[in-house]
């Protein structure tokens, strides 16, 4: 079989856009972090977990969290798609890494409800 | 007379005779009150060892056959200073192609690319009885891209284009592209967008900007992909 070279997907754009608007979300999130974590000083367990337990930080933190794991999903699918060829091999890694970044999401939003 | 001996290492492969490619030795006289470029030592070169194979034509950086590696960057050797090159002056193929013989590479994949993005004027409306007119601000768009000769140096010092080149389009083939997008007379400016909307096409680009580096005609490669990606945006928004 000729392997025919198949591009035109279209697509792209967006995900171009929300790898620059996530890392802005990550850019405020560590001055947000490191601003609060200046004016608390957190010196303990309890400090830290006191930081955590208001409400818009465990928002802001999982917002942050979230745009971590959408950003690193651009680009580790941009990873294979530079250097990983055969295609089968290509979508089990890219589902894989989906399945670990959504995995990653659900458990950040229970250790930060928990608190 | 200036004359000194310049020290070079020279990229040698010749499919019928060799296994596989070597780097070899090299040294020549040169007159420094008539050489200036690399491609005058070059000429010196090739006339005492004549199976040393390399393009030229122009020799003044218009046509762009000479582009080649030299010491490590991608570059044009007519226009390379030979007082400026650290010795030995290593030589080697654009890298990224197949190479044919010495310093010859095959450039069909590269041309393959600067082809697909129709590097023509596109324009259904009746034609003029003399040439589409341009004010001389739509003519400025223009500047900094109809300058590129495709010697290719641009796109064989990309990874995105080594890794993917037949996808990703590449920095010389992306330049053009964005030739004909801000040029006012052509009428496909959303075909093209269509066309460039694409995860290979264009959005293997990680903006690491070694095509600006090696520019011989000091082109901005990166500022034209970045140009078709604001103009994406702001069909999209």
């Known amino acids: ?115 | 007379m200036a004359t000194s001996t310049m020290q070079f290492k020279i990229y040698r492969y010749d499919p019928d005779k060799d296994n596989a490619p070597y780097m070899q030795d090299a040294s020549v006289e040169v007159d420094f009150s008539l050489d200036r470029k690399l491609l005058d030592v070059l000429t010196r070169l090739k006339a005492k060892d004549d199976s040393l194979s390399y393009r030229r034509s122009c020799r003044e950086g218009i046509c762009g056959s000479d582009a080649m590696n030299i010491n490590g960057k991608n570059g044009l050797a007519c226009l390379t200073e030979i007082k400026d090159l650290k010795q030995p002056v290593v030589l080697r193929p654009l890298p990224g192609l197949p190479v044919i013989r010495d310093l010859i590479v095959d450039m069909t994949q590269f041309f393959k690319q600067y082809h697909s993005i129709k590097p023509y004027l596109i324009n259904e409306g009746p034609r003029p009885e003399r040439e589409r007119l341009q004010s001389p601000e739509e003519r400025e768009e223009l500047n900094g891209l109809y300058e590129c000769i495709l010697c290719a140096c641009c796109s064989t010092s990309c990874p995105s284009f080594w890794w993917n080149p037949d996808k990703f389009v590449g920095p010389a083939g992306l330049l053009n592209a964005y030739r004909f997008i801000a040029d006012t007379r052509d009428q496909a400016t959303n075909e093209r967008l269509d066309d460039l909307e694409d995860p290979y096409r264009l959005f293997r680009c990680h903006t690491i900007m070694n095509c600006v580096d090696v520019c011989p005609k000091g082109l901005n490669p990166t500022r034209a992909i970045g140009k078709i990606k604001e103009m994406m945006v702001r069909r999209a928004i």
């Open chain 1, 1 to 115: 079989m000729v392997n025919r070279i198949l591009v035109g997907a279209h697509y792209g754009l967006k995900d171009w856009i929300i790898q620059r608007a996530t890392a802005v979300v990550m850019a405020l999130y560590t001055l947000l972090f490191l601003v609060v974590v200046g004016a608390v000083g957190p010196d303990s367990f309890e400090a830290w977990r006191a930081v955590f337990a208001h409400g818009f930080m465990k928002f802001a933190t999982f917002l942050f969290l979230v745009s971590v794991f959408y950003h690193a999903w651009i680009g580790i699918r941009d990873i294979w798609m530079d250097y990983v060829k055969p295609d089968g091999l290509r979508l089990l890694l890219m589902i894989a890494t989906a399945t670990v970044l959504v995995g990653y999401a659900g458990w950040a939003f229970q250790i930060l409800w928990r608190i």
